[in-house]
């Protein structure tokens, strides 16, 4: 059973340009979110996904940034016109949510890094 | 805002030594709380807390959550070189998993 499968594993943009980052969750689960991680931080939430709806996206900034879990593929985290402050490791992470999304524990892909030059 | 804090944010031991990483919480609604160590890239889970005062343990590792202080502890004895990493505590909330800035662990030979 392969676990949650992320790509690009690096991916280099120049400032202005598009960056699409992937996720397939683990089989079997239908909950997505995704996370961002500054050198020396945590994990920053982002946004929360079920197959083709957005749950909670409190985590998003307000422009530029899109994500999507269509009925068929993998999940997509958009940055429109990138930034140098964007330059991040994005982790995606998956559960099935049999108990209820909320006590789950999350399985997390081994992430894309964005460096935007 | 819910908000979790850990400490220390390093820590550089030797080899043998046991040690103590702290996690403190604010969490409207609180459902769970977990442990994970990150070393080159994807955190890995290491436990899952729900009850105040039963210990979870895993060979070296052990954890115990405290629901009316708000604090989790997460216990390594006899550290290996392995051991080295960064370890995150995560609170659930509403519906979303909250993590803390982290502890590196550094074990020096």
């Known amino acids: 059973n392969a676990g949650v499968m992320q790509n690009p594993r690096h991916l280099v943009r120049r400032r202005g340009q598009e960056a699409r980052l992937r996720c397939s969750p683990m089989?079997?689960?239908?909950?997505v979110y995704w996370y961002r991680q500054l050198p020396e931080e945590g994990l920053k939430f982002m946004v929360y996904?079920?197959?083709?709806?957005?749950?909670?996206e409190s985590g998003m900034p307000k422009e530029r940034f899109s994500a999507e879990f269509p009925k068929e593929g993998p999940s997509i985290l958009r940055i429109q016109q990138v930034v140098r402050g964007d330059s991040a490791a994005y982790f995606c992470?998956?559960?099935?949510?049999?108990?209820?999304?909320?006590?789950?524990?999350?399985?997390f892909g081994s992430g894309t890094q964005l460096s935007v030059l | 805002e819910d908000k979790v804090v850990q400490s220390p944010l390093s820590l550089v031991v030797h080899e043998g030594d046991t040690v103590t990483l702290n996690c403190s919480y604010e969490v409207t609604n609180f459902r769970s709380l977990l442990w994970y160590k990150q070393e080159k890239k994807a955190p890995t889970f290491l436990f899952m807390l729900?009850?105040?005062?039963i210990e979870k343990k895993s060979g070296r590792l052990s954890s115990i959550l405290d629901k009316k202080e708000l604090f989790s502890i997460l216990n390594i004895t006899a550290t290996q070189t392995g051991d080295s990493a960064i370890y995150l505590c995560?609170?659930?909330?509403?519906?979303?998993?909250?993590f803390g800035q982290g502890t590196r662990l550094t074990i020096n030979p």
């Open positions: 996904l079920q197959k083709e709806n957005i749950i909670d």
């Open positions: 995560a609170v659930w909330g509403a519906q979303k998993l909250v």
């Open positions: 089989k079997g689960h239908s909950h």
């Open positions: 729900t009850s105040s005062g």
């Open positions: 992470a998956s559960s099935p949510a049999e108990r209820g999304p909320t006590n789950e524990k999350l399985f």
